[in-house]
C-alpha cells in the first residue's frame, strides 16, 4: 500500500508527539518533498520505509518539521517569578541546587534569560546553587543552542545594555559570554515519551504543547508529574496553561501567575524555618546530566488496569494487588489504581487502607464519588454510621441513581432507629432498582469493582419495608 500523507502524520505523532493540525498539513509535504529530493528521488513508499527505520532520517526530517521560534527574555513576567521569587524561597527552605529545566528550549535563548537573570541577581554564588537544563527534541536546533551564537532576531526588545554585557558582537552575530553559557547543559530528549531524571523543582514548558492534541497534552502531564520535584512549579506559556488543565497536576495562583504543581497529598510540609540556607557544592552540569527512563505507556497501565479488574472479579485479589502496584510505581496518582486498591482492602476487611486510598483520590479529585462510596462502606463496617451516613449522602447527592448508595443510606438509617427516613430510602432504592431492572442497560453506575446484585437487594428492600415499625420520633 503506498502511504498517504495520513500514515507519515501518524508515524511523526506516535513518535514526538507533534500532531498536524488543519492549515500545518502543508509544512509537512514541503518538508517531505524537501528530504525526498535531497535523498535522490526516492518514491513516496521508499521513504515511509526509511523514515520507520532510520533515526537518523527521522531526526532530519523532524528538524524541517519543528517550529523553533523563540527570543531572549520571551514572556518575561514567568522568568521574573522564577528568578525573583521560587528560587530564592527554594534555596531557602532546603538544601541542595534549585535544578530547573527548559523543555522544548529550541536554541537556548529560554535557558540564557534564566542563567542571565540568574547572575545578574546572585553574581558568581548562582553557579553553586542552581542548576539550569535544556532540552529539546530537535537534535540540530540543540547545536545551536550549545553555540551559543545569535543574530539579532533573537533579541526583540532586550535591554541593549544587558546585551552588551552579556555579549560580544561579531559582525552580525552576537556570541554569550562563557560565563552564562557554561551555566546551561543542554540534552536532546524527547518529552513525550522520555521522563528525564533526577526531578526538577521548575520545569518551563513553554509555546511546546500548542503543537500536541489533547491526549498527547494528557500523556505529557503523566510525564511532567514524575518529573517534578514535590514542592516544585511547571509553567506553560501564558496562553496554554488553561487548555493544560486536565486535573493531573494542581493548577496554583501565586505572584499574580498560574503554574501547575503536584497535587495535594497527605505528605507533611518541611516548616521553613527550620531549613537553613546554605550553600551547595558546585555543580557542572555538562555531561550526561540526565536518566532519560523509557515510560510504561499509558495503554500499558490500562491493560494492567483491566487485567486486575479481572482479578477482582474472580476474586484474586493477590494477583490484582500485584498489577495494581505496577500501575502505582508508574504513576502514583493514578486516580483509577486507587479507587481499586480501595475496593480490595475493603474486600479483606482492611477498612483503614480502603480509607487511605480514597482519601488520596479525594485529594486529586474532591468530586470522586466512587471514593465517597469506598469511605462510607468502610466506615458502615466499622460500626461509624453516622460518618457512614455523611459519607452516602454525598454519593446520593452527587449520583442520585446510583441506587446501592441509596440502600446503605436506608439501612444506616435504620440502624440508627430513623425508621421514617429509612423508609422513604428503601422505597427509593426500590423504584431505581425496578427501573434497573426493567430496562436493559445500566441506570448508573460507578467506576468501583464491586457487585451489588439487584435480585437480592431488591428482596432485601421489600423485607426491611414490611419489618419496619410504622412510627418513629422523625
Ligand atoms: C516554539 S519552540 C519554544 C521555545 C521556547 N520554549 C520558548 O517558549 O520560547 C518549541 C520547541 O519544542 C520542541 N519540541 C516539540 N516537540 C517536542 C518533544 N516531543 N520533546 C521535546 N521538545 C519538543 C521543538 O523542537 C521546538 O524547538
Known amino acids: 500500500m503506498i502511504p498517504n500523507i495520513a500514515a507519515f502524520k501518524t508515524l511523526i505523532k506516535d513518535r514526538v508527539g507533534l500532531h498536524f493540525f488543519k492549515g500545518m498539513e502543508g509544512l509537512l509535504n514541503a518538508a517531505l518533498h524537501q528530504r525526498i529530493s535531497e535523498r535522490g528521488k526516492e518514491s513516496f513508499a521508499e521513504y515511509y520505509e526509511k523514515l520507520s527505520v532510520s533515526t537518523t532520517e527521522f531526526d532530519k526530517l523532524l528538524s524541517l518539521l519543528t517550529i523553533n521560534e523563540t527570543y531572549f527574555f520571551r514572556e518575561p513576567d514567568v522568568l521574573d517569578i522564577v528568578c525573583d521569587k521560587l528560587v530564592p524561597r527554594m534555596l531557602e527552605q532546603r538544601s541542595g541546587p534549585v535544578r530547573i529545566l527548559s523543555a522544548g528550549c529550541s536554541s537556548g535563548e529560554e535557558a540564557y534569560s534564566l542563567a542571565i537573570k540568574l547572575h545578574q541577581k546572585f553574581q558568581h554564588k548562582f553557579a553553586d546553587n542552581v542548576e539550569i537544563h535544556g532540552c529539546d527534541i530537535d537534535s540540530k536546533i540543540l547545536e545551536k543552542a550549545r553555540s551559543a551564537n545569535y543574530s539579532s532576531y533573537s533579541f526583540r526588545g532586550v535591554d541593549p545594555l544587558l546585551q552588551q554585557t552579556y555579549f560580544t558582537r561579531n559582525g552580525n552575530q552576537y556570541q554569550l559570554h562563557d560565563v552564562i553559557r557554561t551555566k546551561v ?198 460500626q461509624h454510621t453516622q460518618q457512614a451516613i455523611a459519607w452516602f449522602k454525598q454519593v446520593v447527592y452527587q449520583q442520585p441513581g446510583y441506587w446501592p448508595a441509596h440502600y446503605y443510606l436506608a439501612e444506616m438509617y435504620r440502624q440508627s432507629e430513623l425508621y421514617r427516613p429509612a423508609q422513604r430510602t428503601y422505597r427509593i432504592t426500590l423504584q431505581l432498582l425496578n427501573a434497573e431492572m426493567s430496562r436493559a442497560d445500566n441506570a448508573c453506575t460507578l467506576r468501583l469493582p464491586l457487585s451489588f446484585l439487584s435480585h437480592s437487594f431488591r428482596f432485601l428492600c421489600e423485607h426491611q419495608l414490611a419489618q419496619l415499625p410504622t412510627q418513629d420520633g422523625q
Open 185 to 382: 547543559a543542554f540534552q536532546r530528549a524527547n518529552i513525550v515519551k522520555e521522563q528525564l531524571l533526577p526531578k526538577f523543582d521548575i520545569i518551563l514548558l513553554r509555546n511546546v504543547s500548542i503543537y500536541f492534541d489533547v491526549e498527547t497534552r494528557r500523556t505529557l502531564h503523566f510525564n511532567l508529574l514524575t518529573m517534578l520535584q514535590p514542592e516544585g512549579a511547571l509553567f506553560f506559556g501564558n496562553a496554554e496553561t488553561l487548555a493544560n488543565n486536565f486535573g493531573i497536576l494542581r493548577l496554583k495562583q501565586e505572584f499574580g501567575n498560574f503554574y501547575f504543581c503536584q497535587p495535594k497529598t497527605s505528605r507533611a510540609q518541611i516548616p521553613a524555618t527550620e531549613v537553613k540556607p546554605r550553600l551547595i557544592t558546585p555543580v557542572i552540569p555538562v555531561e550526561a546530566p540526565f536518566i532519560a527512563a523509557k515510560v510504561p505507556s499509558a495503554q500499558q497501565c490500562d491493560s494492567w488496569i483491566k487485567k486486575a479488574l479481572a482479578c477482582v472479579a474472580d476474586k484474586r485479589f493477590a494477583e490484582a494487588e500485584t498489577l495494581i502496584e505496577m500501575v502505582l510505581n508508574t504513576d502514583i496518582h493514578h486516580q483509577q489504581a486507587l479507587v481499586i486498591k480501595g475496593a480490595i482492602a475493603l474486600e479483606k476487611c482492611e477498612f483503614e487502607q480502603t480509607a487511605v486510598s480514597a482519601k488520596q483520590v479525594l485529594a486529586l479529585d474532591e468530586w470522586s464519588a466512587e471514593a465517597k462510596m469506598l469511605l462510607g462502606l468502610a466506615m458502615m463496617w466499622q
